[in-house]
């Protein structure tokens, strides 16, 4: 059972203008969420993350909101750049346990940002 | 930075042999993981390991095992290699001191059974 749901696929976004992605999680025991950028042929690459105390998170061009009470976080970029064409995952962590360290991931978002 | 080092970038192997994936990383990380990533599937967990000689069962952890001798180096072991174990797989590691410490992923070693 998909723990982390990323319901879009893609995303296609014009240079300069705001790309959002969405992830919605059910399991209220995840504390951390973090975003990852996965370019073809190589590893995902850490982005952004966020606490489950904060309720934003913000880093140059990408900014991280976290929705507790909705179960909801969105990945806001801008301005969107060619460079940013990638597929982003989103991820949570939970806190407690021996699932320490462990991340759940959704199954992405292509973004393709076109001049 | 952190290094995380897959042995191969790709790998074409025969149905029914045993294949060793390698992953080695350089910054003394105690948690280490094994996914595969399958289009549309994004990263499925395989197994983990907290410690040496330590491993814990991921997702999908049929048809797999693993072994962690050293602290640096994780690896994949598939006992009886399959078609529908083509798939690109990565390793990753982390701290596993603090919470909320993300992973650091390989380049990743694309698998073909044939």
């Known amino acids: 059972d998909q723990q982390v749901k990323q319901n879009s696929p893609s995303l296609s976004v014009q240079e300069g203008r705001i790309s959002i992605l969405n992830c919605d999680y059910t399991?209220?025991?995840?504390?951390?969420f973090l975003w990852y950028k996965k370019y073809p042929a190589e590893g995902p690459t850490f982005l952004i993350s966020?606490?489950?105390?904060?309720d934003k998170n913000e880093d140059g061009r990408f900014t991280v909101f976290l929705n507790k009470s909705a179960k909801h976080l969105s990945l806001h970029i801008v301005p969107s750049q060619p460079g940013d064409s990638a597929v982003y995952f989103c991820?949570?962590?939970?806190?407690?346990?021996?699932?320490?360290?462990?991340?759940?991931f959704g199954r992405g978002t292509q973004l393709t940002v076109w001049p | 930075d952190v290094k995380v080092t897959q042995s191969s970038r790709y790998l074409v192997k025969r149905t029914g042999e045993k294949v060793f994936l390698e992953c080695v990383q350089d910054?003394?990380?105690?948690?280490m993981f094994w996914y595969r990533q399958d289009p549309g599937l994004g990263l499925r967990l395989i197994y983990f390991?907290?410690?040496?000689?330590?491993?814990e069962k991921g997702d999908i952890p049929e048809g797999y095992s693993v072994s962690r001798e050293k602290k640096e180096r994780f690896s994949l072991i598939l006992e009886s290699a399959s078609t529908n174990q083509t798939s690109m797989y990565l390793c990753?590691?982390?701290?596993?001191?603090?919470?909320?410490?993300?992973?650091?992923f390989g380049d990743g070693t694309r698998l073909s059974i044939l």
């Open positions: 990753a590691s982390s701290l596993g001191t603090l919470p909320g410490q993300p992973q650091h």
């Open positions: 399991n209220s025991m995840f504390d951390y």
């Open positions: 966020i606490s489950s105390i904060k």
């Open positions: 991820a949570a962590m939970p806190d407690r346990g021996s699932t320490l360290g462990r991340l759940y």
């Open positions: 910054m003394d990380h105690e948690n």
């Open positions: 390991s907290y410690d040496v000689k330590m491993k």
